[in-house]
């Protein structure tokens, strides 16, 4: 059996993006020296990072990235703009990673201040047209200013949200002036594993800009938000397509695309939902991930107003009673096994956020390769095209709520700090769920892990399934449960374990395994004083694969009695851990490929 595969062969297929010639003003920059490197930490172009557009669901043609070299500051927390500013920080990496630039602590006593200038075309300015300004994502509350005009103030620190900022354009140069506080572990506010010491499997955090931050024209009543729901028995999607300003008179018009061919189309009322039938009907699976192109078009009075792209996928997750007689998940009507991985999502160079839309995609893209048909993306919220990649190369996402207070041996003695937790959390949980409602991946939602700020788990599970009806609920994935939602979920280390079958809920190991491999020279820190204690660390390979059969050896007579899936801890090694399929750095994959897809397929299909 091979071993310690390098990743060499796999990289050559995801770095296409060339070096480029950097302009006068980003020569000089350098990254923070990292402690581990990726092998897309030297693609950063610090004259255009992450240039992809960010939002591949609602998407137009002209629009203009803001990503790249910021002025930044620290200042008190209740002090405004600071007079001086301290130097220049790489938008959008976390100002605690190498790629920024920076590598510096903030604190919850201090607010992260940045600055730059910026054009706006003429031609975005004509024809009663507005400018909105973008921002993926800013951890956690954030202020925003263009040229001395207070935009707003927005709390969140996963969701994305946008300003119109025509008003307030001036002639020549712009100015955006962003603000952001995060109090990290000493706030209420969900903020899954980031934590101010790092240590076990509590890892750095994040403050402020960590996703992209663009701007694009549109009309006056324009597109703003799309609906998407598919009905693979009656071969309809149904649509609704939010305005900006929801006014009379105006028409909407959707035509969806098999490849070159039209797969239907429909004209409906903007607000409104409508059908559109959809024929030849081609399925969504992990096995043959079809996705439909969908072009939507605002129109008045037979004018074109605006119009956006968009992809949609045709497939139904439910529970069923199997043949056995066992609670199964059936996606498209057929009972499948879903087993997958544990995917924290964070990186050494960039921490939350990925260095290039490559290294997004590329772990999901091993997943694949290695047989698993799951992904249980954990406690953290990705960016937009992440689940874009999700979709179109086929994986099934089991998507957790970050978790929020109480977490870490909080009281509950402060009335009104469980208030404020309790509301936001709810006002996240309902962003999350509105802003990837369109996924076809997305089949679960976790609203708790285990006892991590859980509370009113009933109440919590009933807004999720109120919210969104057309997926499963998993609440909590592991230890507390309360008979609620759709899935009885355990956790055991290293297990195989599974709970006991129910009528109408589905059992599952929401995680197990967890077994380690240190790889010396891809390591994150040398001293494992701090590595948590149920995960041995081991230097031997041969144990590792030993170990790794035998326990999915040991899932299969589970499945037969019952279990309906189960997730491996975990996709990679994160920071202190070592416990990961790859190491943090994705430059070796501790497992043969061609081993485990076979092993991962006697499970899933056998």
Request: proline share 6%; hydrophobic share 35%.
């Amino acid at each position: 059996m091979k071993t310690l595969v390098p990743v060499t062969l796999y990289l050559a297929l995801f770095l296409l993006y060339p070096a480029t010639l950097l302009s006068q003003s980003t020569e000089q920059w350098q990254p923070a020296e990292p402690r581990l490197t990726t092998p897309w930490t030297d693609s950063v172009d610090p004259g255009n990072p992450l240039p992809e557009y960010p939002r591949p669901q609602l998407k137009r043609d002209n629009w203009k990235s803001l990503n790249g070299l910021w002025d930044y500051a620290f200042a008190p927390k209740l002090e405004g703009e600071p007079g001086q500013w301290e130097g220049e920080i790489l938008v959008p990496y976390p100002i605690e990673s190498a790629l920024s630039g920076v590598k510096k602590t903030v604190g919850p006593d201090r607010r992260l201040w940045y600055r730059r200038t910026f054009d706006v075309p003429e031609a975005w300015l004509q024809n009663d047209q507005r400018v909105l300004l973008h921002f993926g994502a800013v951890d956690w509350a954030s202020d925003v200013w263009v040229n001395g005009h207070k935009l707003g103030h927005h709390r969140g620190g996963y969701d994305s949200f946008a300003y119109d900022i025509t008003d307030a354009i001036q002639n020549g140069e712009q100015t955006i002036t962003v603000a952001a506080w995060d109090p990290s572990d000493a706030g209420y506010q969900p903020r899954g594993k980031q934590v101010r010491n790092p240590r076990g499997i509590w890892y750095t955090n994040t403050t402020g800009i960590w996703q992209t931050v663009w701007l694009e024209p549109v009309p006056k009543v324009s597109i703003k938000d799309l609906r998407m729901q598919p009905d693979i028995d009656e071969k309809q999607l149904s649509l609704k397509v939010k305005g900006s300003t929801e006014k009379e008179g105006y028409t909407v018009h959707a035509a969806a695309y098999a490849g070159d061919t039209k797969a239907g189309e429909a004209t409906g009322k903007l607000g409104e939902a409508f059908n559109i039938d959809v024929d030849p009907l081609k399925l969504w699976s992990p096995e043959s991930p079809f996705l439909y192109d969908l072009k939507v078009t605002l129109r008045r009075n037979g004018k074109d107003i605006d119009q956006v792209s968009s992809y949609f996928g045709m497939r139904e997750i439910r529970l069923g009673k199997a043949e056995d007689g066992y609670v199964r998940f059936f996606l498209n009507d057929k009972p499948l096994f879903h087993f997958g991985l544990l995917d924290q999502g964070f990186w050494p160079d960039g921490l939350y956020t990925a260095p290039t839309d490559n290294a997004l995609k590329y772990d999901i893209k091993v997943t694949k390769d290695l047989g698993y048909n799951m992904i249980r993306k954990h406690v953290k919220i990705e960016p937009n095209r992440w689940y874009y990649w999700a979709d179109k190369m086929g994986v099934l996402v089991w998507q957790d709520m970050p978790n929020g207070d109480r977490h870490i041996g909080r009281n509950d003695d402060d009335i009104n700090r469980v208030a404020q937790s309790a509301y936001q959390y709810k006002v996240e949980l309902e962003e999350m769920i509105d802003e990837h409602y369109n996924h076809p991946s997305i089949v679960t939602w976790v609203p708790f892990n285990e006892g991590w700020g859980q509370f009113q788990t009933e109440q919590v599970t009933n807004l999720v399934e109120q919210w969104d009806p057309t997926r499963l609920v998993d609440n909590p994935s592991g230890w507390a449960d309360r008979g609620v939602s759709d899935m009885n979920d355990i956790h055991s280390y290293p297990g195989p374990d599974m709970p006991e079958t129910e009528e109408d809920r589905a059992a599952v190991l929401g995680e197990f395994g967890g077994q380690a491999l240190v790889v010396r020279e891809h390591l994150w820190l040398q001293d494992f004083s701090k590595a948590p204690s149920h995960f041995k660390t081991s230097q031997s390979k041969e144990r590792l694969h030993t170990k790794y059969d035998s326990l999915v050896t040991a899932v299969m007579p589970l499945k037969d009695k019952g279990l309906a899936g189960a997730v491996y801890t975990q996709t990679t090694d994160v920071e202190i851990e070592v416990n990961g399929i790859m190491t943090y750095d994705r430059r070796v994959i501790k497992f043969d490929q061609e081993h485990l897809r076979k092993l991962h397929n006697r499970l899933i299909h056998e």
